[in-house]
């Protein structure tokens, strides 16, 4: 089971900063060359990476949030982290996060759990 935390309303320019807490024997996809990520999907849009994290210790970000968000894995705590600094109003949508074994970290099709999602709304 994955479960998203600290989604909010905040001023552009503000932060916050998303938890995934990854629990249950099948949920987090745990083994071998995993990816952990969060996703996003504005409203009537399509959902878009954000940020991933490999079992290696790798990060990828999506070019529209490099500089301003920081994905980090807590494996002794079992949550997956998403500092959001300098937020705009575009990065204003429903955040996942994900794991599984995705050929490509930014297809969604790649991942075979997913949370239920935290709103996040920027206001300028």
């Known amino acids: 089971q994955l479960v998203e935390s600290g989604g909010g309303s905040v001023q552009a320019g503000g932060s916050l900063r998303l938890s995934c807490a990854i629990s249950g024997g099948n949920s987090g996809a745990m083994y071998g060359n995993y990816v952990l990520a969060w996703f996003r999907q504005a409203s009537g849009k399509e959902r878009e990476a954000v940020a991933a994290?490999?079992?290696?210790?790798?990060?990828l970000y999506a070019d529209s949030v490099k500089g301003r968000f920081a994905i980090s894995h807590d494996n002794a705590k079992k949550t997956l982290n998403l500092q959001m600094n300098n937020l705009k109003p575009e990065d204003t949508a429903m955040y996942y996060c994900?794991?599984?074994?995705?050929?490509?970290?930014?297809?969604?099709?790649?991942?075979?759990?997913w949370g239920q999602g935290t709103q996040v709304t920027v206001s300028s």
């Open positions: 994900a794991t599984g074994y995705p050929a490509d970290w930014s297809f969604p099709q790649g991942y075979s759990y």
């Open positions: 994290t490999r079992s290696n210790g790798n990060t």
